[in-house]
C-alpha cells in the first residue's frame, strides 16, 4: 500500500496542503496524512501516526523530502526506520522524476540531494543573519511590530461595544489570553 504523508509549515499554506494531498492521492496512496506543522516541532502527529500504520511491504509516499525531514540525519533514521519495517520511501517530485528508496540508486540519490538541501538551507540563513546584523547595525531593522500591537485600537473598540474577550479572540484571529493582555493595559510585546 502506499501511504501518503502531507505537512505544511503554517495554517496559511492551505493551498500548499491541498496541492500535496492530490498529488499523492493522484500517485495512487490508499491513505493520506496531513498536518499543519512546522517541520522544527518536536512533536508531527500525523507524521508518527503514518509511520505506525506503515507494514512490511508498504511505502511511505511525500511530495518532496523537505516536506518529511528536518535535516540529512533525520532523513536517514526515517528512511532507516521505515526499512526495518520492511517499508520504503518514495519521493514523487525530484526533479521531475520519482525517488524510491527501495532501490540501492533512489537510497543514495536522496541522500546526496537531502545532504545539498540541508548545505543550502544553512548557507541562506547565515545570509540571513548577514543582513539583519547590517540593517540593525545601520538602524533599518527592528523586527516586525507584532501583529496584536497593530489590532490594539480594534481590541479596544470591541470591548467598548460589549464584546467578550473570547469573541473579540476568535474575530481577530489571536490568542485570548493576548486580548486580555490588551485589556488590563499590558499591551508590549502581547
Known amino acids: 500500500m502506499l501511504v501518503g504523508y502531507a505537512r505544511t509549515s503554517t495554517a496559511d499554506q492551505e493551498a500548499g496542503l491541498a496541492a500535496q494531498e492530490r498529488d499523492l492521492a493522484a500517485a495512487g496512496a ?5 498536518e499543519q ?3 522544527t516541532a518536536t512533536q508531527r ?8 500504520f506503515v507494514r512490511e511491504g508498504d511505502s511511505l509516499m511525500v511530495t518532496k523530502p523537505d516536506r518529511l525531514a528536518r535535516s540529512v540525519a533525520d532523513l536517514l533514521a526515517l528512511i532507516e526506520s521505515l526499512t526495518k519495517r520492511g517499508a520504503g520511501l518514495r519521493v514523487l517530485s525530484m526533479g521531475g522524476a520519482e525517488l524510491d528508496t527501495n532501490t540501492p540508486t533512489g537510497k ?3 541522500t546526496m540531494l537531502g545532504a545539498v538541501a540541508e548545505f543550502e538551507r544553512a548557507l541562506m540563513l547565515e545570509r540571513q543573519r548577514e543582513g539583519i546584523a547590517a540593517a540593525k547595525a545601520a538602524g533599518k531593522y527592528q523586527g516586525r511590530v507584532p501583529t496584536v500591537q497593530k489590532q490594539t485600537a480594534e481590541m479596544l473598540e470591541l470591548r467598548r461595544q460589549g464584546v467578550g474577550p473570547a469573541e473579540i479572540a476568535r474575530r481577530l484571529g489571536v490568542a485570548r489570553s493576548s486580548v486580555y493582555r490588551v485589556l488590563k493595559g499590558g499591551v508590549a510585546g502581547a
Open 30 to 34: 490508499g491513505r493520506v496524512f496531513s
Open 37 to 39: 506543522v512546522s517541520a
Open 45 to 52: 502527529p500525523k507524521l508518527t501516526e503514518a509511520l505506525e
Open 108 to 110: 543514495l540519490t536522496l
